[in-house]
């Protein structure tokens, strides 16, 4: 479930996200030289570590995700998997990705100057509009496209229809969530994910001022 991002660190040069020790989009080695302190005269060797890029609200929300899978169903005559009893983790899924849109666009725009970066997301306050017409702006074709084009035609097909069923069942129709879209976002859970870590890496990298993805969750605490 958390699979993609099992080893996975930004680069501290251009800020991609990457499991090796050298960068694939800017080369950058890493320094994994072991650190030797010496304390009371003993020396000790501690392995080079690096920060995990995970977010701490994508950790949480995958978390949640996995208890409400194993969780057991009730028994409950006739209800025909509408809404799906389960239905959460539709609505656990969407917010996670809505979460590394904003950590997306962040980063992308971390060297606009002043506050047009805040600017650009109040104007576009909705998801929908960033995924669409922000990005296209920007880049010159919507976030679909995008995902399309990196070879994940199907998990662009399926956001969309997550999208348009959430957006159907927080204006009233609950039975727009059912068992079908449950398995669905079950099985296409990991490769959204590693689609999205594969556009970052195409469109937030390269920046002088680098923004990861965990000082999103902090700056949306403050
Ligand atoms: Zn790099």
Redesign the pocket.
């Known amino acids: 479930m958390d699979a993609p991002w099992h080893g996975l660190a930004h680069?501290p040069?251009?800020?991609?996200l990457?499991t090796s020790s050298k960068?694939p989009?800017?080369?950058?080695v890493l320094d994994l030289t072991p650190h030797r302190i010496t304390v009371d005269d003993v020396e000790h060797v501690i392995p080079a570590a690096t920060q995990g890029a995970i977010p701490w609200s994508t950790f949480v929300i995958l978390q949640q995700i996995r208890l409400e899978r194993e969780r057991p169903l009730a028994a409950i005559d006739g209800a025909g998997g509408r809404p799906a009893q389960r239905l959460a983790i539709v609505i656990l899924f969407w917010t996670l990705f809505e979460i590394l849109m904003e950590g997306f666009f962040r980063a992308a725009f971390a060297d606009l100057p002043g506050e047009l970066a805040d600017e650009l997301l109040q104007r576009f306050p909705s998801i929908g509009g960033r995924l669409d017409r922000l990005y296209k702006r920007t880049w010159g074709m919507t976030f679909w496209a995008d995902l399309e084009a990196g070879g994940f035609a199907e998990d662009a097909k399926h956001l969309r229809l997550v999208q348009e069923r959430r957006n159907a069942f927080i204006h009233g129709d609950p039975e727009a969530i059912d068992d079908a879209l449950v398995e669905a976002t079950l099985a296409r859970l990991e490769t959204v994910q590693r689609g999205w870590i594969q556009l970052f890496n195409k469109r937030c990298?390269g920046r002088d001022k680098r923004i990861a993805l965990w000082q999103v969750d902090q700056r949306s605490r403050t």
């Open positions: 680069c040069e251009c800020n991609a990457h960068c989009i800017c080369g950058h990298t």
